[in-house]
Every structure is written in C-alpha cells, then in structure tokens.
C-alpha cells in the first residue's frame, strides 16, 4: 500500500494493519478485498480508498467501458442500458473518473482495450480533465448563487 491513510495520511506500513474482508458486493465465491486498519486515526480504509472505484458497485472494467462509451459519444442512457445501470449512476461513475483521470489512463493502458490505442488514451485524460473543470465551474456558479440569496435586504425606511 503506497498510499496511505485517507483520514490521516499517515505513509508507513507500520502504522497499518492489513486486513482481509469479505467483499459484500462480490461474485458470491468469496472473494475477499483487502481492508487496512490505520493505528493512528483508528480507522478502517480499504484498497480503492482515494480512487473513482472507491464505494462503486460497478466493477473496474464496467467504469472503464462506461469511460471508453462515453468517450466515443454515447449518451449516459445507453451507457446505463449496457452496464444495467441506472442513468445517475452513470453521471457519477463519469464524475468520479473526472475527478482521478491519472488512474484510468492507468488502468486503461493495462487492460489494453480494443480500438483504444495510446492516442485515444491521452484524448481521454484530457476529456475527463475537461469534465471535471466544468463540474469544478459549475459548483463555483452554484456557491456564488447561494451567497447572493443569503444576502439580508435592506431594512425599510419608514
């Protein structure tokens, strides 16, 4: 584990002790995902914490197809009817990838998917970084709308 903590950051394998859970959305054989137990901040984390696969039910080659989908101009609808997802979920795995592209060109370049050559990959980082600075833009909008409603009218003159 060369990331560390989530909570506290703390960086060494001796402030850790690995676990092995099982997996509540596995295969139903078993499968187990390894959990790490951090001595400091007294807190669980487990091995996708800090990446877009953290708390997702799809799996790691269902986010890529929906990244590689989306990429090649699907809409999140279609997306959804070929993973059997809903449509929200899609906008949040997109979002999630958005927010980490690094880890899906990554992964993206292990698996070596067919039609996604290394210039599809780089086309890809840049259209997830795209992504997530609209969504970053977006919520500044939305934070200045909330502070311009919050702002008290003036007391009547009478």
């Known amino acids: 584990m060369s990331t560390g903590c989530p909570q506290c950051h703390a960086t060494t394998d001796a402030e850790w002790i690995e676990l092995q859970r099982r997996s509540k959305n596995g295969d139903g054989n078993g499968a187990t995902t390894k959990q790490w137990w951090c001595r400091r901040c007294e807190r669980s984390f487990g091995e996708t ?54 880890d899906i060109v990554e992964d993206l370049r292990a698996k070596q998917r067919p039609g996604v050559d290394e210039q599809v990959v780089d086309a890809i980082r840049e259209q997830l970084q795209a992504r997530n600075r609209a969504k970053d833009l977006r919520r500044h909008r939305v934070k200045l709308r909330r502070r311009r409603v919050r702002t008290p009218a003036p007391a009547p003159v009478t």
């Open 49 to 102: 914490a800090g990446t877009p696969y953290y708390r997702s039910r799809v799996s790691r080659d269902g986010i890529l197809r929906a990244v590689c989908l989306w990429y090649f101009g699907e809409t999140t609808r279609t997306i959804a009817q070929a993973l059997g997802v809903n449509k929200d979920t899609v906008t949040r795995l997109l979002d999630q990838a958005a927010a980490h592209p690094d």
